[in-house]
């Protein structure tokens, strides 16, 4: 058996349809001793991973759950390869992003919270001016899915080259020329030093009044406390959040009395979209690590995802 076929799963207690992701690539689960790799569950507990990998220095393949690997930065190393499920979920994210949009732009949140008949309001996504700060996997299937509304894309990434769908592209660093005249500026990007706390109330007062602001990223990327106030005084239009800070966001909080801003509990996928995304994800690079192939969803340390 190639060695390489060996891959642990952890930690303890780890769903067992991980094990099945692997053995539909091509592996077997093995303990950590005797493995070459690792599929890792927990999300969170970078302490438990470290400890894991401290341990057995023969772990030469790491799988992380999700798309943010902010929680395991630090122990991103040469000495193995990590991969995340960047782009695994990304249909799914980008569907609820689209979601948002029409329910805001349109004007149906308010409708929904309406207890009488009300005047008539809203306006259309059709031929609308639409931001996407990201130019990952997210962007790309929400660029595909704004197509029918004929939306005029703007899309903010580290690289200018053409993006497919998108009218424009601009650098990263230019990020606040997407903001002015958008009619929806979307948030689709990893937390990092660069995108923390990257909309804020200079940020918010740069948008049009009418405009709406998603985030499906990280509650990070927008100072809470500023977007509280724009949606009060009406700054913006509204947001739709499908990520907050704090998260999980606290009973009585602000955000959840204002009319003008829907949020989502990190649903981009939900309890059940995961697993079998998820398993497609693992049992495609456990095939691509027998084989020796170029995995996917690669860590970039220097990028921070």
């Known amino acids: ?3 390489r076929q060996c891959v642990a799963v952890g930690p303890l207690g780890a769903p067992a349809w991980l094990g099945d992701a692997v053995a539909r690539g091509g592996g077997r689960t093995a303990p950590h001793g005797e493995a070459s790799a690792l599929v890792w569950w927990e999300a969170y507990d970078a302490g438990a991973l470290e400890a894991v990998l401290r341990e057995h220095p023969n772990l030469a393949w790491v799988q992380l759950p999700f798309a943010g690997v902010e929680p395991f930065i630090h ?4 000495s193995r390869i990590w991969t995340s499920a960047k782009g695994a979920y990304a249909d799914e994210v980008a569907e609820l992003a689209l ?3 029409l329910a805001g732009v349109r004007h149906v949140l308010a409708y929904s919270r309406a ?3 009300s005047p008539t309001a809203g306006r259309s996504l059709l031929g609308a001016r639409v931001s996407i700060l990201g130019g990952g996997g997210i962007a790309r299937s929400l660029v595909r899915l704004l197509a029918p509304w004929r939306c005029e894309v703007t ?3 580290r690289s200018e080259a053409p993006f497919e769908g998108a009218a424009r592209v601009l650098p990263a660093s230019r990020y606040r020329e997407a903001l002015a ?4 500026v979307v948030l689709a990007l990893p937390l990092t030093p660069e995108t923390d706390a990257m909309i804020g109330r ?8 009418h405009a709406w602001l998603v985030n499906v990223g990280r509650g990070r990327q927008i100072v809470t406390d500023d977007l509280v106030v724009a949606l009060r005084d009406g700054t913006i239009g509204g947001a739709g959040l499908d990520v907050t800070e704090p998260e999980p966001l606290p009973a009585g909080h602000p955000l959840w009395a204002l009319p003008n801003c829907l949020i989502t509990p990190h649903t981009g996928t939900s309890d059940d979209m995961t697993p079998p995304l998820l398993a497609a994800r693992i049992a495609d690079n456990v095939g691509r690590w027998i084989r020796g ?3 996917v969803g690669v860590v970039d340390r220097a990028a921070g995802y």
Do not use: K
């Not at 122990?75 to 040469?78: G, H, M, Q, S």
């Not at 005249?181 to 929806?184: H, K, L, P, S, T």
């Not at 200079?202 to 009044?209: F, K, S, T, V, Y």
């Open 1 to 3: 058996m190639n060695a």
């Open 75 to 78: 122990l991103v190393d040469e």
């Open 99 to 101: 979601a948002m949009l």
């Open 115 to 117: 207890r009488e008949w």
């Open 155 to 157: 899309v903010v990434r």
């Open 181 to 184: 005249g958008a009619d929806a």
């Open 202 to 209: 200079r940020e918010l007062a740069m948008m049009q009044p």
């Open 293 to 295: 192939e170029p995995l």
